[in-house]
């Protein structure tokens, strides 16, 4: 938590709350998503929670929309700041870099906790600097692909910080984990039953 909170930004004068994201292979155990945010809540945006209907948030709080919501022109991925919480019109509002969005408490299953994220979710995304939790904890995930995609979100920056052992699994792992579907087996099956395709 001092690395984002108070090493980056003094050394590099990035500010924690806008420029250092955290990103981390999986949602639990220590150096996960869940309890990172947590951690890094209490240490960058101390306060009470607003309870939000069946949510609760802090003003200051740094949220990621998670759904393409076309009305508000804000999409999966857009990062953002509570800037007010009204309980009384049981509204939250957001400012994204382009916009503010108004939420009703009901919508707020869009909004989730952005202090860190999972690498997956990172896709597509670029931040001035990066850390990188990686320990053996997360042996299910360590692949270079998740190593290389992590890396490259970062700008100007970025920290891996963890054990030395959890970055040569994922320097040596280049498997992808596959999938079967079987979706290819049902498209060609679909195909040779439409008599579309006779070769």
């Known amino acids: 938590l001092d690395l984002c909170t108070r090493r980056i930004p003094e050394k ?11 990103l ?16 890094l809540q209490n240490k960058l945006n101390p306060g009470r929670d607003v309870p939000c209907g069946n949510r609760s ?11 393409n919501n076309y009305d508000k022109e804000v ?14 019109e049981n509204a939250l509002f ?7 969005v108004k939420y009703d408490f009901k919508e707020l299953d869009q909004l989730v906790l952005a202090y860190a994220i999972t690498v997956h979710k990172s896709q597509g ?6 850390v990188l939790p990686m320990t053996t904890h997360h042996f299910p995930m360590l692949q270079r692909n998740l190593l290389y995609t992590a890396v490259t979100r970062a700008r100007d920056l970025v920290v891996i910080a963890g054990s030395h052992k959890a970055v040569a ?15 290819g087996e049902r498209l060609k099956r679909a195909l040779d039953d439409s008599g579309l395709f006779k070769v």
Do not use: W
């Not at 981390?24 to 945010?37: E, Q």
């Not at 800037?83 to 009384?88: A, S, V």
């Open 57 to 67: 948030f802090r003003v200051g709080d740094r949220v990621m929309q998670i759904k």
């Open 94 to 100: 957001v400012q994204f870099p382009d916009q503010p």
């Open 125 to 130: 995304s670029e931040y001035p600097a990066v």
């Open 12 to 22: 590099f004068g990035f500010d924690p709350m806008t420029q250092v994201q955290v």
């Open 24 to 39: 981390t292979p999986m949602y639990r155990g220590v150096v996960g998503v869940d309890h990172l945010n947590e951690a």
């Open 75 to 88: 999409y999966n991925g857009d990062v953002g700041l509570v800037r007010r919480i009204e309980p009384q």
């Open 169 to 183: 699994i994922a320097v040596k792992n280049n498997k992808i984990e596959e999938r079967y579907t079987a979706l």
